[in-house]
């Protein structure tokens, strides 16, 4: 049988064999960091055995876990934060405005919206035909406002000197509707793009470190699982030698006992 390397593990000075454990230059650097803050004299041409290296890959486990687990809960506050400040509500501006509005406004409302319809147009076409047909024609014998119209043409005068400046007041309203809604949805991009950066940095982190560290994790749980299969078949390889011994024991008692009646 060919003779197995042995080696000396630096922390128990047992010997083993090199399966059965690592030298240092080959573990990951955050392992070794972590075994030499313990010993700090260990060189990378140092062996530990996979009981004493156990201990530091938990640890590193332990490590990686909890740093994760605190960088997202300080994600997780900001993001919390950031979603509760109120330091701008967001406001329903139709709804404000209606609050608000006096009863000059209203009626300038009203003015503007059934000035600007065609029932307005209708209505006043309507009007003007039925003055000029009456006072043209002299129908029911009244003539009070005979051509040219005069009277109709003060009227329409004065309906176009009020209705101007009503439909002024009605256009500072929308403009100021505008204005509301526009400060409204600043404010609502501010804050979506407050809450988006940190969603982002959520993202960052989950790609950028938890992925990573997953994956590492993943990699040192298969190699504690290599770790304990070895010991599984040292152990069956010592009870096999074991077993081994205890038959030709009992053959050499067997052939002891034929062998004596013979003598
Ligand atoms: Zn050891």
């Known amino acids: 049988m060919a003779e197995e390397k042995t080696a000396i593990c630096f922390i128990d000075h047992q010997k083993h064999m090199v399966i059965d454990g690592r030298y240092l230059k080959d573990l990951e650097p955050a392992t070794r960091n972590l075994i030499k803050s313990d010993y700090p004299s260990a060189k990378v041409t140092d062996f530990i055995c996979d009981h004493d290296l156990l201990k530091y890959q938990l640890m590193r486990v332990d490590g990686m876990v909890r740093s994760d687990v605190k ?12 979603m509760q400040s109120d ?23 009203a003015v503007a919206r059934f000035g600007g319809s065609w029932g307005f147009i209708g209505v006043f076409t309507f009007v003007l035909v039925a003055w000029m047909f009456v006072n043209g ?3 029911f014998g009244i003539k009070f406002d005979p051509f040219p119209f005069i009277l109709l043409n003060l009227a329409l005068s004065c309906i176009a000197a009020i209705q101007a400046p009503i439909i002024m007041m009605s256009q500072n309203r929308a403009a100021d509707r505008d204005r509301m809604n526009s400060e409204n949805d600043y404010h609502v991009n501010l804050k979506s793009e407050h809450e ?5 940095a959520k993202l960052d982190n989950l790609t950028q470190n938890q992925l990573p560290h997953t994956l590492e994790i993943q990699k040192l749980e298969i190699e504690i699982l290599g770790q304990i299969r070895n010991e599984l078949d040292q152990l069956h390889r010592n ?24 003598e």
């Open 71 to 82: 960088q997202t809960r300080k994600i997780n506050r900001r993001l919390t934060r950031a």
């Open 87 to 109: 330091d701008y509500e967001i406001v329903d501006v139709n709804e404000n405005l209606e609050k608000t509005l006096t009863f000059g406004q209203r009626v300038s409302d």
């Open 137 to 139: 024609a002299g129908i």
């Open 196 to 200: 988006l950066r940190i969603l982002h």
């Open 239 to 262: 009870q096999a030698t074991f077993s081994g011994d205890n038959q030709s024991d009992e053959k050499e008692m067997k052939t002891g006992q034929k062998t004596t009646p013979k």
